[in-house]
């Protein structure tokens, strides 16, 4: 094991086992499938950007005098978490890493969203079709995604999409599915591809 994957699992074992606490296993295990949180942002977003009153209230002051419609707005939005998930997909599918409950059980570390295994009730069962699919968190890289492109073009509701795009990253490992370098590598690809559509939009979007 080497340096990066010492200080990896260090990191993973302190969030997932020392940060362990009744609350947060409540808490944390909501944000596995956030179905409910997304539609919710998804239409709050889409009342935002179409109604000319709440658009020209939140726009950002530098796109206010582009006067962007709110097809566009939405359009741009969609691309950039479609090409974050696409791109992180197809990465998961080389199976780079295993997750980090593969062969533990349930004394070695906590996955409050595994089932376990039926011949042996502590160890946390290996039938899942994501168990070689840990790097990168789609999550992560999603997450970061929208809040960076939301941000973009409504920038007051920066602070409140960042902190959710944390929690959601940091439940990843504290419920036991991902490994820190896997968040933070999910993290970069949002970055980048909330980055590429904002180039897009300048080159393109912003002038027609």
């Excluded at 909501?30 to 950007?49: A, E, G, Q, R």
């Excluded at 566009?72 to 969609?78: N, R, S």
């Excluded at 950039?80 to 570390?109: C, F, H, Y």
């Excluded at 089932?115 to 970061?144: G, I, M, V």
Aim: one cysteine or more; a positive charge; glycine letters at 2%.
């Amino acid at each position: 094991m080497n340096f990066f994957q010492s200080i990896d699992h260090y990191i993973f074992n302190f969030i997932n086992k020392d940060l362990s606490n009744s609350l947060f296993d409540i808490i944390m295990p909501f944000f596995h499938k956030p179905n409910f949180i997304s539609i919710i942002f998804f239409l709050i977003i889409c009342i935002i950007t179409f109604n000319k009153n709440l658009k020209k209230k939140f726009i950002n002051e530098n796109l206010r005098r582009y006067n962007i419609s709110g097809m566009k707005i939405l359009l741009c939005i969609i691309l950039s978490i479609v090409l974050t998930d696409q791109l992180g997909s197809a990465i998961k599918k080389l199976e780079l890493r295993e997750r980090p409950w593969v062969n533990k059980n349930i004394d070695e570390m906590n996955c409050l969203t595994c089932k376990l295994d039926k011949d042996n009730p502590k160890l946390y069962s290996k039938n899942s079709r994501s168990a070689n699919k840990s790097f990168p968190s789609n999550h992560a890289a999603n997450t970061f995604s929208l809040a960076l492109i939301v941000s973009f073009f409504f920038p007051k509701f920066k602070k409140i999409l960042l902190s959710l795009a944390l929690t959601i990253s940091f439940s990843r490992i504290y419920i036991g599915v991902h490994y820190p370098i896997d968040i933070a590598f999910g993290i970069s690809l949002g970055i980048l591809c909330s980055y590429i559509v904002k180039i897009i939009f300048n080159l393109y979007f912003k002038k027609t």
